[in-house]
């Protein structure tokens, strides 16, 4: 089996895109037992937030196991292939164990060091778990990738410097405005974003923060949580005409403001400036209300260009952190070799001794009666040549093992020799063309 990542993030496809392939929380169970019926899958994890939706699998055949979550997602976002496929990227065998290694660590995020994701992966990864949608080749990689994320935060501190989408937000509003301490915030949503939002902004002083959620009594719990105050649903408009800052966090799969309703709101605001943040996934927010008269309008994507106190800070704890994930990887890829190195050598040597067999039974039916001396002599010459033969390719493979092309020597000898290898080896399904590093389409 081979592990494969097929997915697109916040580098390589806009928030438009991004969302069209996004899953809705209700939709996730769903798509991920959709995956597990897959024939070219043997393992799928799904990882879905809000700036990346990446399928990690294990695939005894690398081409099918990718052509499949390609033709997936493209069904999922009513998209062409042709058209999706400049916006996925694609890591196959070390390549996608390095990747969910970064990820974990919070190097591959928009905002380095993200706090969030340790959590999002452990969750991705429990309910495959829960859904019998993983394997032994899943499994491991997750444990192992879920201890390293915990590892690097110990080690480097890069968590101690607080970093989130929703920390970055509150940064975007501190420098359109300079300060939020005399402003009135609206925060639409009641999930885990939204309070991480309440967080940030109540420790930067902001006095009046209003919670909005088609669920009251969630906006209520949240309100409370922040001394702040809980908005009726349909009362949205009043605390929009009232507030100055609006952050938008839902979780609905379509656009909650319409540039019409802005345009009536802004007329009883008297067109007074109004930030509007939107950090959902699917957008909150439609694009056109950024040219409503007085509305300065942030999608999530615009986030990238926010730089904060902390960044030098994060940038040095991620130099300490690449050089954990090299580590990692090391040991990691010398615990993976050995899994099916081992394997093909005892084939190896099993195929050798049935040939001995053969042709010595072979040679003594030809030689008629001989002595138990002679006998001996035969089968003594006979093992001493496969033994021989076999002596330099295995050697060879024993010192190609914990290298990157161990898997390469190994699926060569598999093929070269048609052997029989051990069905619980990971790399049992041979695939000589489709084994090595990995194919890379970035948009």
Partial sequence: MFPITVGLNHRTAPVEIREKVSFHPSQVNKALAELNTLSALNGVVLLNTCNRLEIYAATPEVESGVSAIRSFLARHGNLQEED???????????????????????????????????????????????????????????????????????????????????????????????????????????????????????????????????????????????????????????????????????????????????????????????LMIDIAVPRDIHPGVNECEGVTLFDIDDLRGVV??????????????????????????????????????IALQRRGEQVRDVMVKNALNKLGPIDAKQEKVIRTMANSIITHLLHQPIANLKEVAHTSQGHLYTEILQNLFDLDVDQESPHAGRSVHHAVGHHSNQG
């Avoid at 959590?119 to 990738?145: C, D, L, P, W």
């Avoid at 949240?222 to 908005?231: C, N, P, R, T």
């Avoid at 040991?331 to 093909?344: A, C, E, G, I, Q």
């Fill in 84 to 274: 999706l496929n400049q916006y996925l990227y694609v890591h196959g065998l070390y390549e996608s164990v390095r990747h969910l290694f970064r990820v974990v660590a919070g190097l591959d995020s928009m905002v380095m060091g993200e706090t969030q994701i340790l959590g999002q992966v452990a969750e991705a990864y429990e309910r495959s778990s829960q859904m019998n949608a993983s394997n032994k080749v899943i499994h491991t990689i997750f444990q192992n990738a879920l201890a390293i994320g915990k590892r690097v935060r110990a080690e480097t501190q890069i968590d101690q410097h607080p970093t989130s989408v929703s920390y970055t937000a509150v940064e975007l509003a501190k420098q359109t405005f300079g300060d939020v301490k005399d402003k009135s915030i609206l925060i639409m949503g009641a999930g885990e974003m939204s309070a991480l939002t309440a967080k940030h902004l109540v420790a930067n002083g902001a006095s009046t923060v209003m919670v909005s959620n088609r669920s009251f009594q969630r906006a209520q719990a949240l309100a409370e949580e922040f001394s702040g105050k809980a908005i009726p649903y349909e009362d949205i408009d009043t605390a929009l005409v009232e507030t100055d800052i609006v952050i938008s966090a839902t979780a609905a799969n379509h656009f909650v403001i319409l540039p019409e309703r802005m345009r009536r709101v802004m007329k009883l605001r008297e067109y007074r400036s109004l």
């Fill in 308 to 345: 904060d106190a902390h960044q030098k800070a994060r940038e040095e704890a991620a130099i300490q952190a690449e050089k954990i994930l090299e580590e990692e990887m090391s040991r990691f890829k010398k615990w993976h070799n050995s899994l099916f190195v081992v394997p093909t050598i």
